[in-house]
């Protein structure tokens, strides 16, 4: 069974910065892309940024220059370094990994989200 737990939310002022992290836990051959989302309520839940297992990153072009997502492969980890953060930053976020388990099958597992509220 595998399991993402997320940590590092909270309430931070504008401009402040705040990590996440993710850790994936389990019955856990290999990790591909691993990324972080978020969600506001009413709307859908939208990419943040993504790695690859190789280390190739992509972010939403409202947080470039701003986020930063990385990776540990052998603590099967995975990152977000948010800085300036905005109030419209403000939403929960999840952590989504492809995740290969010993039954030999890709699946896409997410983790039950953290909720960042910035606001003074």
């Known amino acids: 069974q595998v399991q993402l737990v997320e940590s590092g939310g909270g309430l931070v002022q504008p401009g402040g910065s705040l990590r996440l992290s993710c850790a994936a836990s389990?019955?856990?051959?290999?990790?591909?892309?691993m990324g972080w989302y978020r969600q506001i309520p009413g709307k859908e839940r939208v990419l943040v940024a993504a790695?690859?297992?190789?280390?190739?990153?992509q972010y939403a072009d409202s947080v470039k220059g701003r986020f930063t997502i990385s990776r540990d492969n052998a603590k099967k980890i995975v990152n977000l370094e948010m800085n300036s953060l905005k109030s419209e930053d403000t939403a929960v976020y999840y952590c989504?990994?492809?995740?290969?388990?010993?039954?030999?099958?890709?699946?896409?597992?997410w983790g039950k989200g953290t909720l960042v509220t910035v606001s003074s």
């Open positions: 989504n990994a492809w995740i290969n388990t010993y039954t030999a099958i890709w699946s896409e597992y």
């Open positions: 790695i690859s297992s190789g280390g190739n990153t």
């Open positions: 389990g019955s856990i051959l290999g990790i591909n892309d």
